[in-house]
Nanobody
Framework: QVQVVESGGGLVQAGGSLILSCAAS????????ANWYRQAPGNERELVAT???????NYTTPVKGRFTISRDNAKNTVYLQIDSLKPEDTAVYYC?????????WGQGTQVTVSS
């Protein structure tokens, strides 16, 4: 059974940093494209960063310059480093990873930023 599991969230003061992880298991395929989304209370889920199988990255405007997406193919894991955290970054962060021909969602990891 394929599983995608996020970790690394927590409570952080504004200005701090976090590294979120998205690990895939149970598949013969490695993560190809991976997207990080976030969903704040009362808001829709929004895309924040993407990394392709070749390592090309893309960021949405609100997070550009503060978020860094990366991957470790040997560990079949994708990371999201968040710097200069702001209270408005508070949300559940979800990984959406493509393995083979299908995309899989993780359960999310909560990031809470205090001012």
């Amino acid at each position: 059974q394929v599983q995608v599991v996020e970790s690394g969230g927590g409570l952080v003061q504004a200005g701090g940093s976090l590294i979120l992880s998205c690990a895939a298991s149970g598949s013969i395929f490695r993560i190809n494209v991976a997207n990080w989304y976030r969903q704040a209370p009362g808001n829709e889920r929004e895309l924040v960063a993407t990394i392709t199988g070749s390592g090309t990255t893309n960021y949405t405007t609100p997070v550009k310059g503060r978020f860094t997406i990366s991957r470790d193919n040997a560990k079949n894991t994708v990371y999201l480093q968040i710097d200069s955290l702001k209270p408005e970054d508070t949300a559940v962060y979800y990984c959406n990873a493509k393995l083979g021909t299908r995309y899989y969602w993780g359960q999310g990891t909560q990031v809470t930023v205090s001012s």
